[in-house]
């Protein structure tokens, strides 16, 4: 089965789009997609992506991903995906541009943190639900309105890339079709992030010395038989260059799984347009079995000999630590923290202060409070 335009009738038509919260009129080369696009790309909170952790904490390696080349890799694989299979690029592209502009300092143990004290008083962080928040509120960069008035497609991507939204969903997520799944294009962004964070993850630890690729293979059977593969092409090629080798065929066989295994059950499930993608009460986009279960296995082998290590758990600990410190802090001092957004909660305005911040800003606001956290 040929996967080149395969899904070319699945393609969410630009021209169709249900508009922006604030009509604009302005005349533009570029299409709805292409606008938002860039609109994401110009944000002060993708810009920051470049001092958030992805992973790894600095001080191991000058060249491990952060937040922002990680977006960056999940945006090429979300193109090349979108592209082979025919359907739209830029709205692909805009959507892994935005899927972590969310994300607080300190990769996950920052975002599990603050949603640790807010569970405290009876609300909850969400990355992708901060990532609304961000691009409907707090990018006030226009005269005419607040936010980047992105498309609503977008946004909803924003909202469903990785979760979907029950039926009778309330509050401010229920203009964003609950009960229907988003269109494919948004449906690829969790999976090409799973295949980015996946391969990058395993090159990193690598570098860091967390482990020899022969303990990989020994995880993983298809890597094994890449690296035999591998060895033998390149017998004098130092491990370093075999690991980038492999890689490099990891990312090309989880691609081609992803796109084989989505063109089948888009076909299984003889959905014809972007509507019958929203009502199919399943996502369409998923791997192959053999795919999946090597993503399975690195993701269980990245557990085991990487995310669990005593240096990166310490790390972890560390920053939830502080960030809850700062959050308590800040709590019983609310003069210490810039305007808020009218109607919003001090634990609210606390948790979108600390998400907005950097990893470097982080430490740098904490030092400078930190001499007060005893005397309170």
Same mark, same amino acid.
Do not use: W
């Given at each position: 089965?040929?996967?080149?335009?395969?899904?070319?009738?699945?393609?969410?038509?630009?021209?169709?789009?249900?508009?922006?919260?604030?009509?604009?009129?302005?005349?533009?080369?570029?299409?709805?997609?292409?606008?938002?696009?860039?609109?994401?790309?110009?944000?002060?909170?993708?810009?920051?992506?470049?001092?958030?952790?992805?992973?790894?904490?600095?001080?191991?390696?000058?060249?491990?991903?952060?937040?922002?080349?990680?977006?960056?890799?999940?945006?090429?694989?979300?193109?090349?995906?979108?592209?082979?299979?025919?359907?739209?690029?830029?709205?692909?592209?805009?959507?892994?541009?935005?899927?972590?502009?969310?994300?607080?300092?300190?990769?996950?143990?920052?975002?599990?943190?603050?949603?640790?004290?807010?569970?405290?008083?009876?609300?909850?962080?969400?990355?992708?639900?901060?990532?609304?928040?961000?691009?409907?509120?707090?990018?006030?960069?226009?005269?005419?309105?607040?936010?980047?008035?992105?498309?609503?497609?977008?946004?909803?991507?924003?909202?469903?890339?990785?979760?979907?939204?029950?039926?009778?969903?309330?509050?401010?997520?229920?203009?964003?079709?609950?009960?229907?799944?988003?269109?494919?294009?948004?449906?690829?962004?969790?999976?090409?992030?799973?295949?980015?964070?996946?391969?990058?993850?395993?090159?990193?630890?690598?570098?860091?010395?967390?482990?020899?690729?022969?303990?990989?293979?020994?995880?993983?059977?298809?890597?094994?038989?890449?690296?035999?593969?591998?060895?033998?092409?390149?017998?004098?090629?130092?491990?370093?260059?075999?690991?980038?080798?492999?890689?490099?065929?990891?990312?090309?066989?989880?691609?081609?799984?992803?796109?084989?295994?989505?063109?089948?059950?888009?076909?299984? &499930?003889?959905?014809?347009?972007? $509507?019958?993608?929203? +009502? /199919? !009460? @399943?996502? %369409?986009?998923?791997?192959? *079995?053999?795919?999946?279960?090597?993503?399975?296995?690195?993701?269980?082998?990245?557990?085991?000999?990487?995310?669990?290590?005593?240096?990166?758990?310490?790390?972890?600990?560390?920053?939830?630590? &502080?960030?809850?410190?700062?959050? $308590?802090?800040?709590? +019983? /001092? !609310? @003069?210490? %923290?810039?305007?808020?957004? *009218?109607?919003?909660?001090?634990?609210?305005?606390?948790?979108?202060?600390?998400?907005?911040?950097?990893?470097?800003?982080?430490?740098?606001?904490?030092?400078?409070?930190?001499?007060?956290?005893?005397?309170?």
């Amino acid at each position: 089965m040929s996967a080149i335009g395969a899904l070319a009738p699945l393609r969410f038509p630009v021209e169709s789009t249900r508009g922006r919260r604030f009509p604009e009129s302005l005349p533009s080369f570029r299409n709805d997609f292409q606008r938002d696009r860039d609109r994401i790309v110009h944000s002060r909170a993708f810009r920051r992506l470049e001092a958030k952790t992805q992973v790894f904490p600095p001080g191991i390696s000058d060249h491990f991903r952060n937040r922002l080349t990680h977006t960056l890799e999940v945006a090429q694989l979300a193109r090349t995906a979108a592209r082979v299979l025919g359907l739209d690029e830029d709205f692909a592209e805009a959507l892994a541009l935005a899927h972590d502009i969310g994300h607080p300092p300190f990769a996950h143990s920052g975002e599990h943190a603050l949603n640790a004290v807010l569970s405290r008083h009876g609300e909850r962080f969400e990355h992708n639900l901060h990532a609304l928040r961000i691009v409907e509120v707090y990018e006030h960069r226009y005269a005419l309105y607040p936010g980047l008035n992105l498309t609503f497609e977008v946004r909803e991507g924003i909202v469903k890339h990785s979760r979907d939204l029950p039926p009778g969903t309330t509050g401010p997520l229920a203009e964003y079709l609950p009960g229907l799944k988003p269109p494919i294009e948004a449906q690829l962004i969790d999976l090409v992030d799973e295949i980015a964070y996946n391969t990058a993850d395993t090159d990193d630890a690598h570098e860091a010395g967390f482990f020899r690729l022969s303990e990989l293979g020994a995880a993983v059977p298809l890597a094994a038989e890449l690296i035999d593969e591998v060895e033998t092409h390149f017998p004098a090629a130092e491990e370093r260059i075999h690991l980038h080798e492999v890689q490099r065929r990891l990312i090309d066989h989880l691609m081609r799984g992803l796109m084989q295994g989505t063109i089948e059950a888009c076909h299984s &499930a003889q959905v014809h347009d972007v $509507e019958a993608v929203r +009502a /199919h !009460p @399943d996502r %369409l986009v998923r791997f192959t *079995p053999q795919a999946a279960e090597t993503s399975r296995l690195l993701k269980q082998f990245l557990h085991a000999r990487v995310y669990h290590t005593p240096i990166l758990v310490e790390e972890r600990d560390q920053s939830a630590a &502080a960030i809850e410190l700062l959050f $308590e802090f800040l709590l +019983a /001092h !609310p @003069d210490q %923290l810039p305007p808020g957004q *009218p109607g919003d909660s001090l634990p609210r305005r606390i948790s979108d202060y600390i998400a907005s911040m950097t990893d470097p800003y982080f430490r740098r606001v904490y030092a400078s409070l930190a001499p007060q956290f005893t005397s309170r």
